[in-house]
């Protein structure tokens, strides 16, 4: 499966020109980066900027669950070339500020490919329910509900619950629909009701990922447990087996 998204994503980066991707966290990425960052692609990382989706407030990066860890850990060091420019969300100084900061420098890099996933509770990015979808800013700070803190826990970031962050930097709704394509990945039986909901219901904040129904060029890859409770035809259309 993240093999499969890997390359479809890097189908629309350029290979001798200056792009901008944005690149996701979590356990449901771990499979598409270890394939991205392979040394197979054609891409000259160099030539690259990288964007941060979403990080805690307040989490310095020495913590486990920091995605600025995360993401110099399994992507940024493991790369061939370092990358041209690297946007990561320092969520330990002043959040709006760094909102700002982040923001400015995305709007002046149109984004080739946006990886991404799916929350437990549906949530695009850290976009709970119901989500924002009208915010023109490129990045906000959002209050992250019980659920989703649950999820966490549950994929083992955090011991117990009153450890997760209860507040969060997150690109915006409409900052990730921007992007000329974008590569959806969800594993895992425990997302399966937030893959039908989103690409079987109505478009709608209480599902955030619904939006990406509306996206010209989204491609979702999902494992058979992901899948599980969706039709048929939708099955055919997006499944690919890990």
Known sequence: MGRAAAAKGVEVIPKDEAAAIIVAT???QFDTLSHLVRDEHGIDWSKIT???????????????ASFRKYLKERFADELP???KRFYLLNAETDPEAECKRVGRQILRNPISVAFVGIGENGHLAFNDPP?????????????LDKPCRKQQ????????LADVPTHAISMTIKQIMKSDRIICTVPDLRKAEAVKNSVEGPVTPDVPASILQEHPDCHLFLDRDA???LSGNTISASLVES
């Open 26 to 28: 979590g356990a449901s």
């Open 50 to 64: 990288a964007f941060h989706l979403d990080e805690y407030v307040g989490l310095p990066d020495t913590h486990p």
């Open 81 to 83: 070339k370092a990358l």
């Open 131 to 143: 989500a924002d979808f009208e915010t023109e800013v490129p990045y906000h700070v959002v209050e």
């Open 153 to 160: 826990v549950g994929e083992g970031w955090f011991k117990k």
């Open 227 to 229: 899948a599980s409770l």
